[in-house]
């Protein structure tokens, strides 16, 4: 392991031993070596130990780690695990420390009992600062995956007559799990038809965001006035020939031709943002 609390070996926490390269320089001018010497001990160019010194190598053969404790007269196996925790991801090596600082507080708690106990510490002041310490500490936030409403299907065809069964919003008898998605009036709904082929197939969920912004060349979940039809297309906004407004539904399947609409016949543009495919 990494080395989670303490170093068996020399007592001393990961913060207390710093990083690989620190750790070598420190002890290298305790010693009184130069870089020169000790790349001649272990047999190793004095350019490359400068850079692990420096931070700028990452990866460094535990063989030569190894070789680099035997001179530096450390412990077996201290810098091998240094270099082991840099070469751990950013997010784990903040949990590492997090646990360590843990425990150091519970063994600051066990010190406590055994001078005295916490009544003791407690008139003294210091089972109090220690208490604030640990409750000032955030708890670890994990991500809840977002569950979004599965209403009834969209044609991704021609328009076809929707309903949503009446229910309330977010309300549904379905729910499909999106982790990456914050927005609460998210809602999925089920391809129907072939219009959206190669791209989305027939039984695919779609899961759309009010949130998103909705900008020329989106797939969108359209709402269109005055019959409530809805339809799967891709939207690009144009211009008539006397100015006005107007949203092209634009098919992916060249099997069908694109529909365009007036502005105001459109109720609603929601952007897709993810799809969810059985496997066949």
Known sequence: MFGIATNGRTGTTMSERGHLGERMRRRRVELGLSLA????????????????????????NEALLGAIEEALMLPSGELVELGRLERT?????????????????????LRLLGEGGLDEAYRQ??????????????????????????????????????????YPARVADEYVRCPDLSDPDAFAARVVGDSMEPEYREGDIVIFSPARDVTDGKDCFCRLEPDHET?????????????EELIRLQPLNMAYPPRVVAREQVAGLYAAVSVMRMVQ
């Open 125 to 166: 002041g210091r089972l109090r600062a220690l208490i604030g310490q640990i409750e000032g500490q955030e708890p670890e936030r994990v991500r809840l995956e977002h569950e979004v409403p599965l209403i009834n299907s969209v044609a991704a065809g021609y328009p076809t007559e929707f309903t949503d069964l009446g």
């Open 231 to 243: 339809t799967f297309k891709r939207v690009f906004f144009e211009r008539g020939e006397q100015g």
């Open 89 to 109: 991801p950013a997010s784990v090596r903040e949990r590492l420390e997090a646990a360590e600082a843990r425990g150091r507080q519970v063994r600051e708690l």
């Open 37 to 60: 010497r000790l790349s001649e001990m272990v047999g190793c160019a004095k350019s490359y130990l400068s850079q692990i010194e420096n931070g700028l190598r990452s990866g460094v």
